[in-house]
Nanobody, 126 residues
Framework: QLQLVESGGGLVQAGGSLRLSCVAS????????IAWFRQAPGKEREGVSCISSNDGTTYYADSVRGRFTISRDNPKSTVYLQMNSLKPEDTASYYC???????????????????WGRGTQVTVSS
């Protein structure tokens, strides 16, 4: 069964940290580029970070660069998003997705990804 499951979200104060995990079942993770998206209420889903399949190049949205770090552990079929120095504007539901393309400017486009997790909520209080 093909499945992506996110975890690690929660409530944190501004300036705090969280580490999100995305476990992939039924996939050989090393074959896929993986992206993290987020969506806040009333806003479009946006690409936050992406890690490519071929050489592990990482991509970040300008709003998170320097604060977030994406990484992958292929034997564990897990992708992580380490989020530091969190801000209230980072509050959103976070989703992992795969089988798309990492892009330098927009990071990732939702419609290019075939497989999605159900998301994990991140809330940052001021």
């Amino acid at each position: 069964q093909l499945q992506l499951v996110e975890s690690g979200g929660g409530l944190v104060q501004a300036g705090g940290s969280l580490r999100l995990s995305c476990v992939a079942s039924g996939f050989t993770l090393e074959h896929y580029s993986i992206a993290w998206f987020r969506q806040a209420p009333g806003k479009e889903r946006e690409g936050v970070s992406c890690i490519s399949s071929n050489d592990g190049t990482t991509y970040y949205a300008d709003s998170v660069r320097g604060r977030f770090t994406i990484s992958r552990d292929n034997p564990k079929s897990t992708v992580y998003l380490q989020m530091n120095s969190l801000k209230p504007e980072d509050t959103a539901s976070y989703y992992c997705a795969l089988n798309g393309v990492c892009r330098r400017t927009v990071v990732a486009r939702p419609y290019e990804y075939d497989y999605w997790g159900r998301g994990t909520q991140v809330t940052v209080s001021s």
